[in-house]
């Protein structure tokens, strides 16, 4: 029962144009959810976090906007760069109790930005 | 500061070996966990702690074993060792009510 779900394996854009990466989720106990980058042979990084009480938030080039009537949320990149061809995963955190801190991942998804 | 380190980072393994793997962190992080990652499945948590002495189970905690006696190191082992069990495995910890979890750089692990 996958609760995070990334539909799309993968993703290819031009430099300079829009990258938007989905995300999809099930549990309705979800209330913050988060985007992590990964390059190869490395861990993953923190990209960019959203809380369940808002709908987007922006950091320089990298928006997560949040749908939660949808369970949906996206990442944005505006605008995409060569450097940011990465696998992108989708996070979710239950809200409290004994789930406090765990987080559930997506399958990720390979961007590649073509110069 | 280092981070979140692990060790090794590739092992190999024959079916039935045991082996631990090494994570340590120098933040001072409460909370530390262990993942595991293949192909089409994301990252899968394997067990992790809220502090020196308190472990859980993951989604997917069958044939690993964990102890927390520091804050700092979060051993994970490995009991009797299955083809099942390759994956690239990651460590990670984040500190209270920060959300956003440091991962080490991971220990690719095959059995044979």
């Known amino acids: 029962d996958q609760q995070v779900k990334q539909n799309s394996p993968s993703l290819s854009v031009q430099e300079g144009r829009i990258s938007i990466l989905n995300c999809d989720y099930t549990?309705?106990?979800?209330?913050?959810f988060l985007w992590y980058k990964k390059y190869p042979a490395e861990g993953p990084t923190f990209l960019i976090s959203?809380?369940?009480?808002?709908d987007k938030n922006e950091d320089g080039r990298f928006t997560v906007f949040l749908n939660k009537s949808a369970k949906h949320l996206s990442l944005h990149i505006v605008p995409s760069q060569p450097g940011d061809s990465a696998v992108y995963f989708c996070?979710?955190?239950?809200?409290?109790?004994?789930?406090?801190?765990?987080?559930?991942f997506g399958q990720g998804t390979i961007l590649t930005v073509h110069p | 500061n280092a981070g979140v380190t692990q060790t090794p980072k590739f092992q190999v393994l024959k079916t039935g070996q045991s082996m631990t793997l090494q994570c340590a962190q120098d933040?001072?992080?409460?909370?530390m966990s262990w993942y595991r990652q293949d192909p089409g499945m994301g990252l899968r948590l394997i067990h992790y702690?809220?502090?020196?002495?308190?472990?859980d189970q993951g989604e997917v905690p069958n044939g690993y074993n964990v102890s927390r006696s520091t804050t700092e190191d979060f051993p994970l082992r490995l009991l009797s060792a299955a083809p099942s069990q390759t994956s690239v495995y990651f460590c990670?910890?984040?500190?209270?009510?920060?959300?956003?979890?440091?991962f080490g750089p991971g220990t690719r692990l095959t059995v044979l």
């Open positions: 990670a910890s984040s500190y209270g009510q920060v959300r956003e979890q440091f």
């Open positions: 549990n309705s106990m979800f209330d913050y």
């Open positions: 959203i809380s369940s009480i808002k």
């Open positions: 996070a979710a955190r239950e809200a409290g109790g004994t789930s406090y801190g765990k987080l559930t």
């Open positions: 933040m001072n992080h409460e909370y």
């Open positions: 702690s809220v502090g020196a002495g308190i472990t």
